[in-house]
């Protein structure tokens, strides 16, 4: 029944998923419970309510559910649902989840470990659960990760890992990642120099909404050093 409600729910049948999940869920299914708490955080299928969400997630993290103690974590990052702002609670919950291979709540745990935000600073485990995240495809971890490496930060700095990692971040379509490989080459780190190849990527970050990159193909426009 399960995957019923999943299927329905990747249909966009949100009416069948959420009477499904709802079952399932009074039945202390702990997977149902997680996908419910979404629907009814995101207004899918019902009305938005995060209370609502926050009970479910709270139901279905007790069973250490990877996504209900992920989802549960945004809440207390944002003090949503009725709980108060809690970065290390929401540093907890995204651990336990990130031990589960959840990428985004990896990635969040990097993140907050990198900035020292609910918990103490540390470069190193940063770059360690970036590499984890980065290694199930999420491209903002490479990107990060990459930064990491050029900046000399919890690894040994290395321009040609700072590469790889930028050239994926780049290749899934992330304009930070567009802009920072762009820098490479326009520098000649990690790669030959090549301001063309620069140029190109410099361009295609600002197509993706890059402010840096805007304005330096908006500046290049004005100095007529390019047509478009």
Not at 36 to 61: I, S, V
Not at 67 to 73: E, I, R, T
Not at 159 to 178: H, N, P, W, Y
Request: proline share 1%.
């Amino acid at each position: 029944m399960i995957q019923n409600a999943h299927n329905a729910y990747n249909s966009q049948d949100y009416e069948t998923a959420f009477k499904l999940y709802s079952e399932l869920a009074k039945d202390g299914n702990a997977d149902a419970q997680a996908s419910l708490g979404y629907m009814y955080q995101m207004g899918q299928g019902c009305d938005k309510d995060d209370a609502k969400a926050l009970e479910l997630y709270t139901k279905a993290a007790e069973a250490k559910q990877p996504y209900a103690l992920f989802n549960l974590g945004i809440l207390y990052a944002n003090g949503l649902g009725g709980v108060a702002h809690d970065q290390f609670k929401a540093h907890e919950l995204y651990m336990q989840a990130a031990i589960r291979e959840v990428p985004q709540a990896q990635f969040e745990v990097a993140l907050m470990l990198e900035r020292g935000l609910g918990c103490v600073q540390n470069y190193s485990e940063a770059a360690f659960w970036y590499e984890e995240a980065a290694k199930r495809g999420h491209l903002e971890a490479f990107n990060n990760l990459g930064t990491l490496y050029k900046d000399d930060l919890g690894v040994m700095q290395d321009d040609r890992k700072c590469f790889i990692c930028f050239s994926r971040a780049a290749e899934g379509g992330l304009a930070q990642g567009l802009y920072n490989l762009g820098l490479l080459y326009d520098q000649g780190v990690g790669c030959e120099q090549d301001h063309d190849k620069a140029l190109d990527l410099c361009r295609k970050a600002a197509y993706k909404g890059h402010e840096k990159a805007k304005q330096i193909i908006k500046n290049l426009q004005e100095d007529g050093k390019i047509v478009f």
